[in-house]
């Protein structure tokens, strides 16, 4: 019985707590709890409980459903808002900042006060027209989930608390282990909070398992076009400079074999200890995947740790086109996905698999005192000892509930479709005498700019343009359409994960690009 050692531990630090009732005085909060169940009290006689935060029943229904009722407008209008908000901080600071209140006020006046300020002023992720960064499409089903994981309030890092919660992140993390074909048996992992925390939570994992304690001379590689969170862990773990090797990479985007080779053979005569390569599948600004086989094999070779990110593009594999382009995929010692990406989830979900679970545990656990009695036996996984958070939210729950409802079918349709749009984009730009792509559609992300034929404009020229093209159709506020920079020129960038994205959504904001570069262009000659 877990109670009756935590008891025990409580008892000895002796915390003197009042009934506020019958004034009697006791040990702890738990002896004070039991007192108010169990004896005498009047507070517990009358089943009285101080209301401090709680809401009679009716308030509570009143108020959940207010909220359900304004998500499912949200659901319901969203193709009849703007994704774009726009805010200084003075704009922000003269609505909101104020010292914290001593004295509350009524609940729905608050509730009114964040639906006219709060949500308006902040980008719809999951509009239609929000083609820039990693759109979040998110879905309806996890949503409530999510509702459902707070509500209750459960906690998802050991086994004894929540044994529903840990066995559902056990079955989701195997439906993922299966996906990407690593072993189910020996293989684990852990939802994170999202791909920068996978990503974190791989390179800690690989950096014990590789290198033990020292890590005075390892070497970690990566392309230049790498996730930026990458970057950030491994500087969050302390590595220097001088042990980060950032490999430029070809025409396409694509890790330079040749210059990774020849940086880990200098690297290793200088004596040097070449651990780690981290590989992309689907990189953040053209969706290019690395060549993963010949990384795979350059690792087994070297005996480096393997880790891909696939925050971005991970969940092609559910497409056939996907699928055949993340094909080496299965090679990797830790994968990260992103749930709140590619598969539809609201934030925050992220997702680290490993090959070896054991890997994980051997990183992570700690055992101090206070949590001996909520250890369990080693197939009821603590999920705590599988990262770096004790509290966790429930995580898995989304996941498990969307994939539940909907089926993988659903999935695998609403990626496949993901991707034909952006090639039908591809298609629909290069019949166009205006514009020129410079990125082709790849794992739904396509990257252009207008540069009508015959004009020939300056690189400086073009650059300013399509700058000024997706400055105006964000001013609009009608598209988030956002710019990156490619090969040195500034290029327009759509990403097209959101099943509720057509074509015609496609082709409104190309014209409206249009009509602006015609606009920008005939100001210039004014
Ligand atoms: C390839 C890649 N890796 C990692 C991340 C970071 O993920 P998150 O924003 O969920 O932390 C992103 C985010 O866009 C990404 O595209």
Redesign the pocket.
């Known amino acids: 019985m877990p109670f009756k050692s935590n008891f025990k531990t409580l008892e000895n630090k002796i915390l003197f707590s009042k009934c506020t009732c019958c004034k009697k005085s006791s040990l702890n909060n738990f002896f004070f709890i039991t007192h108010r169940l169990l004896t005498s009290c009047n507070f517990a006689k009358n089943k009285i409980m101080k209301p401090f935060f709680d809401l009679s029943v009716e308030e509570m229904k009143s108020y959940g459903y207010k909220i359900v009722d304004l998500i499912t407008e949200h659901y319901k209008e969203i193709e009849n808002k703007k994704p774009v908000t726009t805010a200084s901080r003075e704009e922000m600071d003269s609505i909101f900042l104020q010292e914290a209140p001593e004295k509350g006020m009524p609940a729905d006046k608050v509730l009114d006060f964040v639906m006219d300020k709060v949500i308006p002023n902040s980008n719809i992720s999951s509009h239609p027209k929000a083609f820039s ?2 759109p979040g499409p998110s879905n309806f089903i996890s949503t409530m989930a999510d509702s459902l994981a707070t509500g209750f309030n459960i906690f998802s890092g050991g086994w004894i608390v929540s044994p529903a919660a840990a066995e559902l992140e056990i079955v989701t993390i195997n439906w993922l282990l299966k996906m990407f074909n690593f072993p189910v048996t020996k293989g684990g992992g852990i939802f ?8 974190l939570t791989a390179l800690v994992t690989a950096r014990r398992i590789k290198c033990g304690d020292d890590f005075s001379k390892a070497v970690i590689y990566l392309s230049d076009q ?5 970057i950030k862990a491994i500087r969050v773990l302390g590595f220097k400079k001088e042990q980060i090797k950032i490999i430029p990479t070809d025409l396409e985007y694509r890790f330079s074999i040749n210059k990774l080779k020849n940086e880990i053979a200098k690297d290793k005569l200088e004596g040097k200890k070449p651990f780690c390569i981290i590989a ?5 600004n053209t969706g290019t995947v690395d060549p993963l086989d010949t990384l795979a094999d350059i690792c087994e070779k070297e005996n480096l740790w393997y880790h891909i ?5 991970g969940a092609a594999i559910l497409s056939k086109k996907g699928s055949r382009m993340l094909h080496g995929i299965e090679r990797a010692d830790s994968l ?1 996905v ?1 749930p ?2 590619w598969f539809f989830q609201p ?2 979900i ?1 997702c680290l698999l490993v090959k070896n679970a054991s890997w994980l545990s051997n990183t992570f656990s700690e055992k101090p005192e206070y949590l001996r009695d909520i250890e369990g036996n080693e197939s009821e996984i603590n999920f705590y000892d599988y990262g770096i958070q004790l509290t966790r939210r429930f995580r898995a729950l989304k996941f498990y509930m969307s994939i539940k409802t909907y089926g993988l079918e659903t999935f695998k349709e609403a990626i496949s479709y993901n991707i034909d749009l952006a090639e039908e984009t591809e298609d629909l730009l290069r019949n166009s005498k205006n514009w020129e792509i410079v990125s082709p559609a790849t794992l739904a992300i396509i990257n252009f700019r207008y540069n009508p034929l015959g004009l020939n404009l300056s690189k400086e020229i073009l650059d300013k343009l399509n700058q000024e093209i997706s400055a105006r159709v964000v001013a609009s506020k009608e598209a988030l359409l956002v710019t990156t920079v490619l090969q040195n020129e500034v290029v327009i960038r759509m990403c097209l994960i959101n099943p509720k994205t057509t074509i015609l959504h496609v082709k409104e904001t190309l014209n409206q690009c249009s009509q602006y570069a015609l606009e920008i262009l005939a100001e210039s000659k004014k």
């Open positions: 960064f990693v994170t909070s999202g791909g920068s925390m996978a990503n790498a996730h930026s969170s990458n992309s599948a689907g990189t953040t990110d696939g925050a971005y593009g990260t992103d709140h990406k934030y925050e992220g």
